[in-house]
DNA sequence: TTGACATGCAAGTTTCTACTTGCCTATTCT
DNA sequence: AGAATAGGCAAGTAGAAACTTGCATGTCAA
């Protein structure tokens, strides 16, 4: 659950987010020239895959090998009630 | 806001939320003592002290210098809303 | 006013994070 | 098969983050 957190910390992948979070499904190379195109953000290929990974390990972002390209989703599951423990509405 | 995000991404400050949930308006020799009796994290008092630094940085906690001491209070604020921004069913 | 207590400030160290570069693997198309 | 495309792996670097130690400041109580 730190690992939410973690992930969410960094501007780029907040970036990530939103691009999956409009269109869902796209590959590395869509996700890098998009970033590039939409929020300004030239980063190399590998930064974005390791940023992916990140995303992953949050499970954040689910994959699917489609061929040669990979395909990446969002899942929204673990932001739900991720500040809960914290809101004093919800404490009972 | 990424400030909030990056204050949540360490589990020494979330702890220090969840005692300020528990017990509002302590001070930091208050929370050391409480860090390493309840959580079993045996900090330095100028490590918490830093914490605290970030986590008002983040807007999540806001300080009044009492005589000597200074008392802490949560303010979950900007946890409210944080993460709908990825939430499809509040898009519009 | 002197001593004890609560905290602030400033270096300094170690560990992590984000990013890059270079090379390797796998798939598709011709 | 050979070239082009999509991606993976690994090592290296620069900067930030987390902690520590030592000293300074401000407040209270006797």
């Known amino acids: 659950m730190g690992d939410v957190f973690h992930a969410l910390a960094d501007p780029t992948r907040r970036f990530i987010l939103d691009e999956l979070a409009e269109r869902d499904g796209q590959s590395l190379f869509e996700l890098c020239g998009r970033l590039t195109m939409r929020h300004g953000i030239g980063l190399s290929r590998q930064a974005v895959?390791?940023?992916?990974?990140?995303?992953?390990?949050?499970?954040?972002?689910?994959?699917?090998?489609?061929?040669?390209?990979?395909?990446?989703?969002?899942?929204?599951?673990?932001?739900?009630?991720?500040?809960?423990?914290?809101?004093?509405?919800?404490?009972?």
Do not use: F, I, M, N
């Open 49 to 92: 895959s390791q940023h992916l990974a990140v995303l992953e390990e949050a499970e954040l972002v689910h994959s699917e090998r489609v061929g040669r390209t990979k395909l990446h989703h969002l899942d929204t599951a673990p932001l739900c009630g991720l500040t809960d423990r914290w809101l004093p509405t919800l404490k009972e």
